[in-house]
């Protein structure tokens, strides 16, 4: 019998947001319930999309392009790699 031990997940405690954060949240928070008071039909998926293009528009969004870069050179290479060893291995 092999004993495979579990691995607990211990999060990690959140990093304090500095004051000029916390007030730029604030003051998104307020503007998201302004429009939501004055467009009463306006979903909450709307508001995710909203977000998501307000982040990729202030550079927040760099992040998920520069992982997708990574893992498509990454499998390039192993598709190179995976080719030429079957190259030869004929």
């Known amino acids: 019998m092999v004993f495979i031990p579990t691995v607990t997940y211990v999060p990690t405690p959140p990093t304090q947001a500095s004051l000029e954060a916390q007030e730029l949240a604030r003051d998104i928070e307020d503007a998201i319930v302004r429009y939501q008071d004055e467009h009463p039909s306006v979903r909450q998926e709307d ?21 997708i870069v990574v893992a498509l050179i990454v499998g390039l290479t192993l598709l190179a790699g995976l080719g030429t060893l079957f190259f030869f291995l004929r």
């Open 47 to 67: 508001v995710q999309q909203a977000l998501q293009l307000a982040r990729s528009r202030a550079g927040a969004g760099s992040g998920r392009r520069q992982e």
